[in-house]
């Protein structure tokens, strides 16, 4: 199909992250980006206590607060990103929006919203607002833990033909792990509940009025394989309660991926100051639209998005068991071929929580004289150093382990610190240890007959040339960027152009409109050299903490809960809380 118009024509992308929200403007002939804006979230993550302004108190008049491992959003904040971050990136384009022709959104997954029929969060509903279990579970909710080991314990004993594809073990983040800790914490709010709904899904039904769940997430996130999810008899035996949860709450049309869900409602219009009835493309993952922005189709491209987590992404020819992973999907990223999904809980949440609680007052006050910020100023610092001149090594499980261990009760270590270790030699060590955790993906994945080929990063810590560096070395890959600051919201629109008819499939207009690579870092051998001898000492400790050799991290994990131990309102069992302060980011 021409994507030549006369005049142009435009379509918007909108990335939802951890944090905030993204909307690009893209011209469909070519992938221009022409204009940008970003909202942040007014609540961020919460997770020491509900948001004030948006929630009750207890019965004691107090805050509401969460146990450890919560995280949670208020779904209004996303609202506020089609009110906000759109309107801005149209004004900075400077284009009439009449030209825009459709939109697409993306968004973190596994991020879970509990409605009525008609998508009303529960937390909107008068009664619900001080209730934790009523608002969106953010993707790096881990509370869930004790649902998943059961989950996991069951399949493996009944031999679940479904299991496999998502390397043996199911996560905490996901779909029915999450959906069976609000069943038995806060039956109420479970039987209130309507639908059971990916964040992703949601926007694209605020957007056009319209439910539409997703190829992508029902995948990945919701265990639907071969054309169906977990059967009753499965679920009952999890809990009876849960027999129907798949078909009263989670089951529901699916959309392929660059299909239209349906057509900009006149609400959604005024929000965005879009054209009424655009098209709106079904939702989709802001890792796997990131593929066609980064012109990674094909298989064996290793696509790595890089912010507060890293999810890893990649086609293949060929459907393979690989621990640990993810999962696999037909045509997950693009049709025709397998879409694989592994990643990494933390990455650089890691290191924005070294620099908040790890660096002393005078290396922020050196940073600012320097006129760096304290991320640059470290990764300068650290950069003069040999490899492992530091004398450390590192686990980068602060928010536990997504793959290949697929266990979020894992916590963070760091080995070899010393009276002489300073801030640089902590930070460049928890560098290299991410670095490490994705090289073990990427030899599971070689292991299991997936050939990894080539390696693309996108997301926010590509700026930063130590850390991408790194990687090369560690991974022994030519490491590429993508050109574009904002792959996700690119690769949205991407597939908003093909939703509105002016590309046949993701394939064409990715060929069109997807970026050309930015940096490019070649592994030097002297340095591969050096960090596998490194890396054996990462596999040691990654085996003995995570495999069961010593299981100290899940012993501590249970003090900390009994130590914590409070009940949430709405709750009918003992549910453990932590009293954490404020809203993390």
């Excluded at 596998?532 to 299981?551: A, I, P, V």
């Amino acid at each position: 199909m021409d994507a030549v118009d006369a005049p142009d024509s435009f379509v918007i992308g909108v990335d939802y992250g951890t944090l905030s929200g993204r909307a690009v403007v893209v011209r469909v002939r070519d992938g221009k980006e022409l204009g940008s804006g970003v909202y942040d979230y007014p609540h961020a993550v919460v997770t020491g206590a509900l948001p004030e302004d948006t929630a009750g108190r207890s019965a004691d008049g107090q805050p509401v607060r969460l146990p450890g491992e919560w995280a949670l959003q208020v779904p209004d904040d996303y609202r506020d990103v089609l009110r906000n971050a759109v309107p801005a990136a149209l004004a900075e384009a400077g284009i009439d929006p009449a030209a825009v022709v459709g939109i697409a959104t993306d968004f973190t997954a596994c991020t879970m919203v509990p409605v009525k029929a008609d998508g009303t969060p529960l937390n909107e509903l008068p009664g619900f607002e001080n209730r934790p279990h009523a608002y969106v579970k953010l993707w790096r909710h881990h509370a869930a833990q004790p649902q998943a080991d059961r989950i996991n314990r069951l399949a493996a004993e009944r031999g679940e033909d479904w299991l496999p594809r998502y390397g043996g073990l199911i996560s905490s983040e996901w779909e029915f792990a999450k959906g069976l800790q609000l069943l038995e914490e806060d039956p109420e709010a479970y039987a209130e509940m309507d639908h059971w709904v990916e964040a992703a899904d949601w926007i694209v039904w605020q957007l056009c009025g319209r439910y539409v769940r997703n190829a992508c997430t029902a995948g990945y996130k919701g265990i639907y394989q071969d054309g169906r999810y977990p059967s009753e008899d499965f679920l009952a035996a999890l809990n009876p309660q849960f027999k129907d949860f798949v078909s009263a709450k989670l089951e529901h049309a699916i959309g392929r991926l660059g299909d239209a869900a349906g057509h900009l409602t006149a609400e959604a219009a005024a929000w965005t100051g879009l054209p009424e009835g655009i098209a709106v493309a079904v939702g989709n993952v802001d890792a796997h639209v990131t593929a066609p922005a980064a012109k990674a189709v094909d298989p064996g491209q290793l696509v790595a998005i890089m912010g507060t987590s890293t999810c890893h992404v990649m086609n293949g020819t060929e459907l393979r068991e690989v621990p640990g992973m993810c999962g696999v999907v037909d045509g997950g990223i693009v049709d025709g071929l397998w879409g694989y999904e592994a990643g990494q809980s933390g990455v650089g949440d890691i290191f924005g929580w070294f620099t908040k609680y790890g660096v002393p007052p005078e290396y922020h006050q050196a940073a600012e004289a320097a006129g760096l910020g304290i991320h640059e100023y470290l990764t300068e610092r650290a950069a003069s150093q040999a490899i492992g001149e530091h004398g450390l090594i590192a686990l980068d499980w602060h928010s536990g382990n997504r793959s290949v261990l697929v266990d979020h009760e894992l916590s963070g270590i760091v080995v070899g610190q010393t009276l002489a270790t300073c801030p640089e030699d902590t930070y460049r060590a928890l560098l290299e240890a991410t670095a490490f955790g994705t090289r073990t993906i990427v030899d599971a994945f070689r292991n299991s007959g997936v050939p990894v080929k080539e390696f693309i990063v996108a997301g926010g810590l590509l700026k930063n040339p130590l850390l991408m560096q790194i990687y090369a070395d560690a991974t022994g890959l030519q490491l590429s960027t993508i050109g574009s600051a904002q792959g996700p919201a690119l690769g949205s629109a991407i597939h908003a152009a093909v939703a509105a008819g002016k590309y046949t499939d993701i394939r064409e207009a990715a060929a069109a409109m997807g970026s050309e690579p930015g940096e490019v870092y070649t592994p030097i051998p002297e340095n591969v050299a050096a960090y596998e001898e490194l890396f054996q000492e990462y596999k040691t400790l990654h085996d003995y903490f995570g495999r069961g050799s010593n299981d100290v991290m899940h012993r501590l994990k249970a003090i900390q809960r009994r130590a914590a131990g409070a009940v949430l309102p709405g709750a009918t069992a003992a549910s453990p809380a932590r009293a954490t302060a404020g809203v993390s980011a």
